[in-house]
């Protein structure tokens, strides 16, 4: 299974010359913690999140009203393809502190966003699953039928 098949599709975005505090305003309108800064060509420039407010924002004293997005958003963060089997985003998330992957086509441009909810929901399908053929096969079960 593929990244694209289990990646959120609707990403909310950010421009890097607003404020953090119209930014996290988004969030909190929106109930997300990520926000995607877009280039013109709407590739992931940078991503600010829930907790680069509160440590670049809040905890350094900065004023939410005029610091940017572009002065505390981190630049340039790790992609996946949509098309990459979801075993390497484990291993690629796992690799560094990444909870949220911006997932990009072909052209490097931006079509979702996988986190790791996403991959334990996925996970937990198919647990759920495989607990259900295994209960199916139990010799006591086999034996009702």
Do not use: W
């Not at 690799?95 to 909810?117: A, E, N, T, Y």
């Amino acid at each position: 299974m593929t990244v694209g098949r289990i990646c959120v599709r609707e990403v909310d975005t950010a421009e890097p010359h607003e404020t953090v505090q119209a930014a996290a305003d988004r969030m909190n309108a929106r109930n997300v913690g990520t926000l995607v800064v877009l280039s013109p060509g709407g590739q992931p420039l940078g991503i600010l999140t829930d907790r680069d407010l509160a440590v670049r924002v809040v905890g350094k004293g900065r004023d939410p009203y005029t610091t940017t997005v572009g002065d505390v958003m981190t630049l340039f963060p790790k992609t996946i393809h949509e098309d990459t089997p979801i075993e390497q985003a484990i291993s690629l998330m796992r690799s560094g502190p990444f909870r949220r992957l911006p997932v990009v086509d072909h052209s490097g441009k931006l079509v979702g966003m996988l986190s790791i909810d996403d991959i334990l929901d996925l996970l937990a399908e198919e647990f759920k699953e495989i607990g259900a053929l295994l209960k199916a096969e139990r010799p006591d079960v086999l034996a009702e039928s």
